[in-house]
Nanobody, 115 residues
Framework: QVQLVESGGGLVQPGGSLRLSCAAS????????MGWYRQAPGKERELVAS???????NYADSVKGRFTISRDNAKNTVYLQMNSLEPEDTAVYYC?????????WGQGTQVTVSS
């Protein structure tokens, strides 16, 4: 059973920064890729960023240059550093991990960007 536990969400002012963490039960090296999705009220869940086992990264156009995804295999943790946050980044952020035939999700962490 794979467990993904997110942390680091909260309330931040526009222009501020947050770092989200996703701690996995067991080695993250077994996953083909890990990533972060987000879902705002009334909107569909969308990919924010992903990182492969080989550390190839991919970002949504809306966050390029502001967000950085990284992984620490020794700590079984994936991070999402979010800078220059905007009100439009407000959403529940979900960590995900992909194997060949299955995908796992965390419970989500709320990020609210507001003055």
């Amino acid at each position: 059973q794979v467990q993904l536990v997110e942390s680091g969400g909260g309330l931040v002012q526009p222009g501020g920064s947050l770092r989200l963490s996703c701690a996995a039960s067991g080695s993250i090296f077994r996953f083909n890729a890990m990533g972060w999705y987000r879902q705002a009220p009334g909107k569909e869940r969308e990919l924010v960023a992903s990182i492969s086992r080989g550390e190839t990264t991919n970002y949504a156009d809306s966050v390029k240059g502001r967000f950085t995804i990284s992984r620490d295999n020794a700590k079984n943790t994936v991070y999402l550093q979010m800078n220059s946050l905007e009100p439009e980044d407000t959403a529940v952020y979900y960590c995900t991990a992909a194997l060949t035939l299955s995908r796992y999700w965390g419970q989500g962490t709320q990020v609210t960007v507001s003055s």
